[in-house]
């Protein structure tokens, strides 16, 4: 998710649906490419549709895995494979696998892993497991949020304005039970990283840092830059600005054509 917090505030919803569900929520920790995450379950899903279609599949051999003249695809495969069947002997080739696996496939078995904790927990506590996944991971009821400040002048924040965001930022963040992870000055942005509470409301807990900074000077722009995708770099920054900026413009155009036309 990606978003200036000027716009609806997506996150919100998101909070409301999580609330609405009824089941133990298991978030997955690692950073994994969303793209990666997509195909894994894509695939997952295809290949558990094929399989319906079947009777009397084997049970997929675990020592593949570990076999090099095995190919990669091959391998994928069998990972969901062993990911889709309850049963906890899968589940630690799996593990086992996680904890050496071929370097292009590490994430996939990571994505195995999880999948097959959930179906496995799901039985034994008999209740719906939902998985939350994002780019940037998470930990126990924490998802990991990648935020962009802008200075309000666009300039670089001096040593001063550093010191009062980062003392701003962590009172904030212990206030609304989130965790401060990292944050960085560059150019005239600041880059904000941690993990927030699943029912927190976020743009409260932003706006709460950014008002409070600003009461030494209003150096920080209300407007912000928040994704669980991916952190971003510089470049992607300011692309995603300059783009945002470019719209703004067309519906001005827009608005005030309506306006000369009424």
């Known amino acids: 998710m990606q978003m200036e917090l000027s716009d609806e505030n997506v996150f919100d919803k998101l909070n409301e649906v999580i609330s609405d569900i009824n089941g133990s929520l298991n978030i997955l920790e690692e950073q994994i490419d969303i793209e990666l995450q997509m195909e894994y379950f894509k ?60 370097g292009e496939l590490k994430e996939w078995s990571v994505l195995a892993l999880q999948e097959s904790r959930m179906l496995i927990e799901s039985s034994l506590l ?23 400040l802008i200075h309000s002048e666009e300039q ?15 009172y904030a963040f ?35 840092a950014i008002r409070d900074s600003n009461q030494f000077g209003d150096f920080i722009k209300e407007n912000f830059i928040v994704t669980n995708v991916k952190k971003l770099n510089l470049s992607e920054i300011k692309d995603f600005l300059k783009k945002a900026d470019e719209e703004e ?8 054509y309506d306006e000369e036309t009424d």
């Not at 209740?127 to 990648?146: A, C, H, M, P, W």
């Open 156 to 170: 670089a924040f001096n040593d001063i304005q550093k010191k009062v965001v980062r003392s701003e930022f962590q």
């Open 174 to 208: 212990d206030d609304f039970g989130a965790e401060l992870e990292n944050i960085d000055f560059t150019e005239q942005f600041c880059t904000v990283l941690g993990l927030i509470p699943i029912e927190a409301p976020i743009k409260e807990l932003f706006q709460k």
């Open 249 to 256: 413009k067309t519906d001005q155009e827009s608005e005030d």
């Open 126 to 148: 008999d209740e719906n497991q939902v998985f939350i996944s994002t780019g940037l991971g998470g930990r126990q009821d924490k998802l990991r949020y990648f935020v962009v």
């Open 43 to 102: 695939f997952s899903k295809e290949l558990k549709d094929e399989n319906e279609k079947k009777t009397d599949l084997p049970f997929p051999d675990s020592n593949l895995l570990f076999d090099e003249s095995i190919s990669l695809s091959e391998k994928k495969e069998i990972l969901v494979l062993l990911a889709s069947v309850e049963d906890v002997e899968a589940f630690r080739a799996i593990e086992k696998y996680r904890n050496d696996p071929d």
